[in-house]
């Protein structure tokens, strides 16, 4: 039986990563230690949600008030 630990943070880069390269390292890392991992990625800039096409959606407080 295996147990599992749901992760709610940031992960602060450096500005020139892509969040394409950031998720192949994460991958990378968590398969390299014969783990799995379930679930998503969303690219926050000065506080916003990025949208696919590249500009700002929503603030981050507008999800989580109390920060």
């Known amino acids: 039986m ?3 630990f ?7 880069v450096q500005p020139e990563i ?3 390269e950031f998720w192949s ?3 990378d890392f968590v398969e390299s230690k014969g783990w799995s991992f379930g ?3 969303s ?3 000065d506080g916003y949600y990025i949208l696919s096409n590249g ?4 603030s981050v407080l507008d999800e989580n008030p109390d920060l």
Do not use: L, V
């Open 43 to 45: 690219e926050i800039h």
């Open 39 to 41: 679930g998503g990625i």
């Open 2 to 4: 295996r147990k599992e």
């Open 25 to 27: 390292i994460f991958i």
């Open 55 to 58: 500009q700002k959606g929503k």
């Open 18 to 20: 892509t969040e394409d």
């Open 6 to 12: 749901e992760i709610n943070g940031c992960i602060e």
